[in-house]
T-cell receptor, first 114, second 112 residues
Framework: GAGVSQTPSNKVTEKGKYVELRCDPI?????LYWYRQSLGQGPEFLIY????????DSGLPNDRFFAVRPEGSVSTLKIQRTERGDSAVYLC????????????FGSGTRLTVV | GESVGLHLPTLSVQEGDNSIINCAYS??????FIWYKQESGKGPQFIID?????DKRQGQRVTVLLNKTVKHLSLQIAATQPGDSAVYFC???????????FGKGTRLSVIA
């Protein structure tokens, strides 16, 4: 597509529930990144994929968070047993390669855990 | 919609004036820097970038200055317009296989 698409744009879930957030990167972009942005903060790195594999998952806060990219295109960020502290905007970006150049961000998914 | 940066430092400027937004970075190994603009409800949008072998780069109405000695980056916006109102973030990256690291943002508010 023309840009990075994230769905849903908004998600409200109850504490303890499981959620999936989807990212459709720009066609042909091999690198895909997930960031989390809390209110009043800059985006914080969670995980990045080069192709199908997670090249760096050092930003995932704990084992409730997991992400996949099975075919090297669409990625899903999965959060188990959600907590109120997980409430944030989850941003996805893609680029041709992880040179840091040409990151294009989606509009994010605003997750609210009540 | 919900604002991205309710508690961020704010720079207020008159329409038509020049704006300067500053950023301090901490990683001396960083060799690539980007400024992003983020409007409410949207993802960060690329404005301009600079590599560490340069100290100045100009775009359309924007200039980025890099001072590696004191690890300082600035974004200058000429003739600021109401559409420039947003939160601005600097981001840095080293030459390794690492992701972009974002700094704290600054909210720019343009007074018409």
């Amino acid at each position: 597509g023309a840009g990075v698409s994230q769905t849903p744009s908004n998600k409200v879930t109850e504490k303890g529930k499981y959620v999936e957030l989807r990212c459709d990167p720009i066609s042909g972009h091999t690198a895909l990144y997930w960031y989390r942005q809390s209110l009043g903060q800059g985006p914080e790195f969670l995980i990045y994929f080069q192709g199908t594999g997670a090249a760096d998952d050092s930003g995932l806060p704990n084992d409730r968070f997991f992400a996949v990219r099975p075919e090297g295109s669409v990625s899903t960020l999965k959060i188990q047993r959600t907590e109120r502290g997980d409430s944030a905007v989850y941003l996805c970006a893609s680029s041709l390669q992880n040179s840091g150049y040409g990151y294009t961000f989606g509009s994010g998914t605003r997750l609210t855990v009540v | 919609g919900e604002s991205v940066g309710l508690h961020l430092p704010t720079l207020s400027v008159q329409e038509g004036d020049n704006s300067i937004i500053n950023c301090a970075y901490s990683n001396s190994a960083s060799d690539y820097f980007i400024w992003y603009k983020q409007e409410s409800g949207k993802g960060p949008q690329f404005i301009i970038d600079i590599r560490s072998n340069m100290d100045k780069r100009q775009g359309q109405r924007v200039t980025v200055l890099l001072n590696k000695t004191v690890k300082h980056l600035s974004l200058q916006i000429a003739a600021t317009q109401p559409g420039d109102s947003a939160v601005y973030f600097c981001a840095e990256k080293d030459s390794g296989n690492t992701p972009l690291v974002f700094g704290k943002g600054t909210r720019l508010s343009v007074i018409a």
